[in-house]
Every structure is written in structure tokens, then in C-alpha cells.
């Protein structure tokens, strides 16, 4: 049985293999730092908007009867 024979990097391949280090790991902070602001900025405005709604609703009921 042969071993399997490891593929040699070409010379653009060897020079860039290092650029990319860490890049996952860089990429998971930044999502999670967008996530985590919109779901804060989504809390923040969702008590606005059920306020809103809630008084849109009270106007809607008791228009007819003013």
C-alpha cells in the first residue's frame, strides 16, 4: 500500500499562509459585538413600541365613545 503524498504548496500559497491567523476567532468578536448591540438596541426599543401600540389601542377603543 503507497502513502498518500502530501501536496506541496505553491510559493503564493506558502507566503499567505500566515496572514490569516487568528481571523476566525477575530470574526466570531465582531459577531458577536453586532448581535449583542441589536439585541440591545431591539430591548431598548420594544418597551417604545408596546407603549405605543398600547396607547394607539386605548385611542382606537375610546374614540367612539368621546
Do not use: H
Amino acid at each position: 500500500m503507497q502513502r498518500a503524498r502530501r501536496p506541496q504548496c505553491q510559493k503564493a500559497q506558502c507566503r499567505n499562509a500566515g496572514i490569516r491567523t487568528g481571523q476566525a476567532t477575530l470574526d466570531s468578536v465582531l459577531v458577536l459585538g453586532v448581535t449583542a448591540l441589536l439585541g440591545g438596541l431591539a430591548l431598548y426599543q420594544s418597551g417604545r413600541v408596546l407603549r405605543a401600540v398600547y396607547e394607539f389601542t386605548c385611542a382606537l377603543i375610546s374614540w367612539p365613545l368621546m
